[in-house]
């Protein structure tokens, strides 16, 4: 039976859910605060990647993050500041980040990203989006030193357990595979099941297959109320209009925390904002990579190289830290020593915040507590990646169909302690 459904949020996982939900007949509203032109969606690397298989959350990582903490331009930063919401998140990112629990995430982190990859490509199979970027080339983790080659290598060596292609470069093989671009580095692994894309061509195309076929699109809108009744949803207000929907999907990304407080929910997550340069020049890079000293990635788009990295948490903003951008633009000159990003390239970087769950899982299944309310959101750096599978999940979900996944994992209750 067709329903009327309302998402919060136009990012990629709002946008995937109303695609899929639409193919199921469903009357579909997506009200956005912004105009769905910028934000993480928007800024990021464009990777699509079965390789990606290890969670944030990981051991180690708070140590560094405190280490960190005080060097605004260092890759992860963690602005100091007392937040209640902030300290319960990095006590329960900080329980999540054992051995244990991060080999309990591998193989559900891998399933979904396997699964948006082949979704991406029936996609483009279906021509509803017309031509858009998605090649696979693979992407290599490039690296400088022994100890950067030996932690990667044994990502690598679980990766190879799921079937999926992965190849080892000495310097002479790299530069074979990249000989447009001097590249300063020892070697680099190639995982070549990889594929990427450029989000600044998919989302506007998505969009506006969106609205061609009657998906109702309500940007520059925000979300100031929902009320409830007997557990359900009844009404969503917004600062333009009045919403009485059957279901509710709650993809508002970063933004997701603050609207679940006004209905009662707990839902930890924070906001990591990451940066991103665009070289719209010719720069000799033609297979995505990522920088393992530099932790910072290079994507060959339609059009123009991105440079983009760093995660950021210091709460919900906007802000451009010059120097985050510089440790971009020198990272890329450390790995590139013939390639100068140049003032104008710098002053134009962009920002997105990217919502992350304590233990760098996403959200994706119904509420506990609230009927006809499906979130999805907590994607991490993986929400690009992770997209279309999530948008499949959702209206899977709210058909109540046998879900390609399991959803256990991704429990929006799930406890942390």
Same mark, same amino acid.
């Given at each position: 039976?067709?329903?009327?459904?309302?998402?919060?949020?136009?990012?990629?996982?709002?946008?995937?859910?109303?695609?899929?939900?639409?193919?199921?007949?469903?009357?579909?509203?997506?009200?956005?605060?912004?105009?769905?032109?910028?934000?993480?969606?928007?800024?990021?690397?464009?990777?699509?990647?079965?390789?990606?298989?290890?969670?944030?959350?990981?051991?180690?990582?708070?140590?560094?993050?405190?280490?960190?903490?005080?060097?605004?331009?260092?890759?992860?930063?963690?602005?100091?500041?007392?937040?209640?919401?902030?300290?319960?998140?990095?006590?329960?990112?900080?329980?999540?980040?054992?051995?244990?629990?991060?080999?309990?995430?591998?193989?559900?982190?891998?399933?979904?990203?396997?699964?948006?990859?082949?979704?991406?490509?029936?996609?483009?199979?279906?021509?509803?989006?017309?031509?858009?970027?998605?090649?696979?080339?693979?992407?290599?983790?490039?690296?400088?030193?022994?100890?950067?080659?030996?932690?990667?290598?044994?990502?690598?060596?679980?990766?190879?357990?799921?079937?999926?292609?992965?190849?080892?470069?000495?310097?002479? #093989?790299?530069?074979?595979?990249? *000989?447009? %671009?001097?590249? $300063? !580095? @020892?070697? =680099?692994?190639?995982?070549?099941?990889?594929?990427?894309?450029?989000?600044?061509?998919?989302?506007?195309?998505?969009?506006?297959?969106?609205?061609?076929?009657?998906?109702?699109?309500?940007?520059?809108?925000?979300?100031?109320?929902?009320?409830?009744?007997?557990?359900?949803?009844?009404?969503?207000?917004?600062?333009?209009?009045?919403?009485?929907?059957?279901?509710?999907?709650?993809?508002?990304?970063?933004?997701?925390?603050?609207?679940?407080?006004?209905?009662?929910?707990?839902?930890?997550?924070?906001?990591?904002?990451?940066?991103?340069?665009?070289?719209?020049? #010719?720069?000799?890079?033609?297979? *995505?990579? %990522?920088?393992? $000293? !530099? @932790?910072? =990635?290079?994507?060959?788009?339609?059009?123009?190289?991105?440079?983009?990295?760093?995660?950021?948490?210091?709460?919900?903003?906007?802000?451009?830290?010059?120097?985050?951008?510089?440790?971009?633009?020198?990272?890329?000159?450390?790995?590139?020593?013939?390639?100068?990003?140049?003032?104008?390239?710098?002053?134009?970087?962009?920002?997105?915040?990217?919502?992350?769950?304590?233990?760098?899982?996403?959200?994706?299944?119904?509420?506990?507590?609230?009927?006809?309310?499906?979130?999805?959101?907590?994607?991490?750096?993986?929400?690009?990646?992770?997209?279309?599978?999530?948008?499949?999940?959702?209206?899977?979900?709210?058909?109540?169909?046998?879900?390609?996944? =399991?959803?256990?994992?991704?429990?929006?209750?799930?406890?942390?302690?």
């Amino acid at each position: 039976m067709a329903k009327s459904i309302v998402i919060i949020g136009g990012g990629i996982v709002g946008l995937c859910s109303a695609y899929y939900l639409h193919k199921e007949g469903h009357q579909v509203t997506i009200i956005d605060k912004g105009d769905i032109t910028s934000g993480a969606s928007f800024v990021n690397a464009g990777y699509v990647t079965p390789s990606h298989i290890m969670p944030l959350a990981s051991p180690g990582m708070i140590a560094q993050g405190i280490k960190m903490m005080f060097d605004s331009a260092s890759p992860l930063y963690i602005k100091p500041r007392l937040d209640v919401d902030f300290l319960k998140w990095a006590w329960y990112f900080h329980k999540s980040s054992t051995k244990a629990k991060v080999e309990k995430a591998i193989p559900v982190i891998q399933e979904l990203n396997q699964i948006s990859s082949e979704l991406f490509s029936d996609i483009r199979k279906s021509g509803d989006l017309g031509e858009f970027q998605l090649e696979r080339k693979g992407l290599l983790m490039v690296y400088k030193t022994e100890a950067s080659y030996q932690h990667e290598k044994a990502v690598a060596d679980r990766v190879r357990l799921f079937d999926l292609e992965v190849s080892d470069l000495n310097q002479t #093989e790299l530069t074979q595979l990249q *000989p447009n %671009i001097q590249i $300063e !580095a @020892k070697g =680099a692994i190639h995982y070549e099941c990889d594929r990427h894309t450029t989000p600044t061509e998919f989302m506007p195309k998505m969009l506006n297959y969106l609205r061609s076929q009657g998906v109702a699109i309500c940007i520059n809108e925000e979300v100031i109320d929902i009320k409830t009744d007997n557990q359900h949803i009844k009404t969503v207000i917004t600062d333009k209009s009045r919403f009485t929907p059957d279901e509710i999907v709650l993809a508002a990304g970063s933004w997701s925390g603050q609207l679940s407080k006004k209905l009662d929910l707990t839902l930890p997550l924070q906001a990591g904002k990451g940066y991103r340069i665009n070289v719209e020049r #010719e720069t000799g890079i033609s297979i *995505p990579a %990522i920088l393992l $000293e !530099a @932790k910072m =990635a290079v994507t060959p788009m339609n059009g123009f190289t991105r440079f983009a990295g760093t995660m950021e948490f210091s709460g919900i903003n906007d802000i451009v830290r010059k120097e985050r951008v510089l440790a971009i633009a020198n990272g890329a000159k450390s790995f590139y020593p013939r390639l100068e990003i140049n003032s104008e390239e710098i002053a134009n970087a962009k920002v997105g915040l990217r919502p992350v769950s304590p233990d760098g899982l996403p959200y994706i299944g119904k509420s506990n507590t609230i009927k006809n309310l499906t979130i999805a959101t907590g994607h991490a750096m993986m929400g690009w990646s992770m997209g279309p599978a999530t948008g499949k999940l959702v209206s899977e979900i709210i058909d109540s169909k046998k879900t390609a996944v =399991a959803l256990n994992a991704f429990a929006p209750g799930r406890r942390f302690n």
